[in-house]
C-alpha cells in the first residue's frame, strides 16, 4: 500500500514535472497588458472629409506611386479621373520650378456589377536619378495637381532604407488613427500596404465605390512596392478586437497585443535591420515593441532563443 503511494506519488510529481517543462517551453515570450476598446468597429461614411472628391473639374484622385521596374529607376503614377478621361501625361522634374520631362500613359475602366469605375491611369516615369526628389503633375487641360515623391537609393548591402508597414488598414476610424499616428512618425521613407487594404468586401457586390473611398484615403503617403512579407496586426480592421489567443502563448510567438498601430523597418546595412511597433494610443509614435533582426549570411549569430 505504502510503496503503491509512494509510486502514484512519483508518477504525479513526474507529471507535473512534465507539465512544468512544457509550460515553461511553450511560454514564448510577452503578453502586453495594454487592450484597446473591445466592439466593432464601423467603416467612415461615405461622405467622410477623408474621402472628398478634390476639388476642380475632372481632378486626378486616388494618386499614387509604386516602384516601375526592379532597380528603383523607374516610378509609376496612377491615378483616376470621374468626369472624362483627360490627359495621361505626367510632368515632371526634379525642381519645383522647372518640371522640365513629361512621359505619356495609359488609362482603362471597368464595370463590377451595377458599379462602372472612374478613368484609371497608369504612367510610368524612367531612367530618373537615384536617391532624387521629383516634382510631378497631372491632370493637364482640367484640374492640375502637384506632388513630389523621393526615388529610393542604389540597391547594395550596406545602403540604410526605412519601411512603414500597416496590415488590414481598412478605412474604419481607426484606419484613420493609424494613417494620421503613422504620418506622425519621420521615420520611414517608403509605405507597405500588408494585406487586407479596403474591405470592400463588406458591402454589397462588394461594393467597389469602397476602393475608390480608400484610394482617396491613402492618397498623400507615399507608397511603394517591394518583395517583403511581414505578418503584423491590425491598423483598423472592421471585424473589431481579436484577442481570442493561443494559451500557453506559443514559443514561436515573440510579442502579442490586442490593439491597432503601424510598424517601421530600418534597413540599416547588410548585417542589421531593427523593426519598432507604434500603437496609436502612444502620442508621438514611441515604440511598444522593437527587435533587431540580423542577416544569417552576414553576421551569422544564433538568435533563436532570443
Ligand atoms: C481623419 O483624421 C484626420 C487627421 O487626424 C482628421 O482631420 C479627420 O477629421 C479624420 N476624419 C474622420 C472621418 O475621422
Ligand atoms: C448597386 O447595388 C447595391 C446592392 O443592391 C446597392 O446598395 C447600390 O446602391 C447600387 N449602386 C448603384 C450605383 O446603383
Ligand atoms: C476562442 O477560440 C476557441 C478555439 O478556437 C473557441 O472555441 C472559442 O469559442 C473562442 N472564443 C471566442 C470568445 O471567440
Ligand atoms: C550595421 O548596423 C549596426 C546597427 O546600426 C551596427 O551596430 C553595425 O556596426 C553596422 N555594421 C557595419 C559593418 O557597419
Known sequence: MGRRWAARR????????????????????????????????VDMPLDSDVFRVPR??????????????????AVTVSWVTQDEPGSSTVLYGTSKSKIEFFAEGKYARYKFYNYTSGY??????????????YYYALGIGHT??????????????????????????GQTFDSNRTLSHYESNPKAQALLYVGDLSYADNHPNHD?????TWGRKCTPVPDQSAPVYITIG????????????TEPQPSYSAYREASFGHAILEIKNRSHA?????????????????????????HPIDDSYT
Not at 517543462?21 to 466592439?39: E, I, W, Y
Open 56 to 73: 476642380g473639374y475632372n481632378a486626378p484622385q486616388q494618386v499614387h506611386i509604386t516602384q516601375g521596374d526592379h532597380d528603383g529607376t
Open 274 to 298: 531593427y523593426y519598432s511597433w507604434h500603437r496609436n494610443q502612444d502620442g508621438n509614435a514611441v515604440a511598444a515593441d522593437s527587435m533587431w533582426f540580423s542577416n544569417r549570411y552576414w
Open 208 to 212: 467597389n465605390v469602397r476602393w475608390d
Open 120 to 133: 484609371i491611369h497608369h504612367c510610368t516615369l524612367r531612367n530618373l536619378e537615384r536617391d532624387t526628389k
Open 10 to 41: 512519483l508518477g504525479l510529481a513526474l507529471a507535473l514535472m512534465v507539465v512544468v517543462v512544457l509550460a515553461a517551453r511553450c511560454d514564448g515570450g510577452v503578453t502586453s497588458s495594454f487592450v484597446r476598446k473591445s466592439g466593432k468597429t
Open 234 to 245: 491590425d491598423g483598423g480592421n472592421v471585424e473589431g478586437l481579436a484577442n481570442n489567443m
Open 144 to 169: 492640375l495637381r502637384e506632388f513630389w515623391f523621393r526615388t529610393p537609393p542604389k540597391v547594395g548591402p550596406d545602403v540604410p532604407y526605412t519601411f512603414g508597414l500597416i496590415g488590414d488598414l
